[in-house]
């Protein structure tokens, strides 16, 4: 019997959400839209430069988002990852311990070094531009792969921005050839379409011919596609895994499982803040999926999710929302058991 719904491992970072102008960007010389690695230097001279700008700060990357909205939703999880014996360190620790999530995280034992940091800046169009600096997470490795727990989860997520560091490539294959012996669903994400545009043969490789879900933003299945409709994306993908689940924005979502394709709408919402909505929506869906729900269900409970997060600052779903999300599950729950 498993004791985990999912194993999750990815890049630990602390979040540093700024509100800030196009023009901002502009004079700091920075591209929207991407998720843009950056030295420790330009990291503090960053935080500089936005001295004074409001902000919210929690443990983020992209696969700790995904866990923390699985476990607010009712997931049992776990999640590998590499932080510094710093203050920042210290707060992401706490941050995600708080949240329910075990780790193989101590808060004693951590090497010395630097935590990573990603200053996310939201423009008022509520579009999210990404300056990380992985710090001591860029030597993630093998030894932050916990066998034992994958071997006792139903689900292993692999972040799709551990291929951009070696270690942290073999520390994600090494994950799935743990979850591929003990018959472990495996399911990962394309994370950004940098990691496309410049790690696309790790990728390929990190997906394999045994991927039971790939995730996808529209803008990043063209790319890994090399094709110009989301049609001929959607078949493409679908060579890759078992079931490919594209996101779309306000425009909800497709999940495509061989030739099958069927999309969900979303509710129209003003965005605030698109940082985390696609961390929220995987980590909805496969709370969702874990829970017996069908896959259209499972994305309409997502497409809410990400819809709610987009309303408000920063990466995760506040109490309130949890609270709305899982009545959504409850709804739909008490449908099924009627028949």
């Known amino acids: 019997m498993s004791n985990y719904d999912i194993y999750g491992i990815g890049n630990a970072l602390v979040d540093f959400d700024f509100e800030v102008t196009d023009e901002t960007l502009t004079n700091l010389n920075i591209e929207k839209s991407v998720m843009t690695l950056i030295d420790e230097t330009q990291e503090q001279r960053l935080m500089e430069e936005l001295v004074g700008v409001k902000h919210v700060k929690a443990c983020g990357g992209s696969a700790a988002n995904t866990i923390i909205t699985a476990r607010q939703l009712g997931s049992q999880c776990f999640y590998s990852c590499k932080v510094a014996c710093d203050p920042t360190g210290d707060f992401f620790y706490e941050d995600l311990t708080r949240e329910g999530v075990e780790t193989n995280l101590t808060q004693k034992g951590r090497s010395l070094g630097s935590t990573g ?172 999926t874990n829970q017996g729900f069908a896959a259209e269900i499972a994305a309409k409970i997502a497409c809410f999710t990400a819809a709610e997060v987009v309303t408000k600052f920063g990466p995760r779903l506040s109490d309130t929302q949890v609270s709305k999300v899982r009545e959504m599950i409850s709804s739909f729950r008490r449908e099924k058991a009627a028949g």
């Open 117 to 288: 940091k990603c200053v996310a800046m939201i423009t008022p169009d509520a579009e999210r531009t990404m300056n990380t600096f992985l710090g001591i997470t860029a030597s993630l490795s093998t030894a932050e792969v916990i066998s034992d727990a994958i071997s006792q989860s139903k689900v292993l997520y692999i972040e799709g921005y551990l291929v951009a560091s070696d270690t942290a490539f073999e520390a994600a294959k090494l994950a799935k050839k743990v979850a591929q012996d003990k018959g472990v669903k495996i399911v990962t994400g394309l994370s950004d379409i940098n990691m496309v545009r410049y790690f696309k043969p790790q990728l390929l490789e990190i997906i394999g011919d045994d991927c039971d879900v790939l995730f996808s933003n529209e803008q990043e299945a063209l790319l890994f596609t090399e094709t110009e409709s989301l049609d001929d994306a959607a078949t493409k993908l679908a060579e890759y895994a078992r079931q490919v689940v594209i996101t779309l924005g306000d425009k909800g979502a497709m999940i495509i499982e061989g030739e099958s394709r069927v999309t969900v709408e979303t509710q129209k919402v003003v965005a605030v803040d698109t940082i985390g909505a696609g961390d929220a929506f995987a980590g909805a869906y496969l709370a969702a």
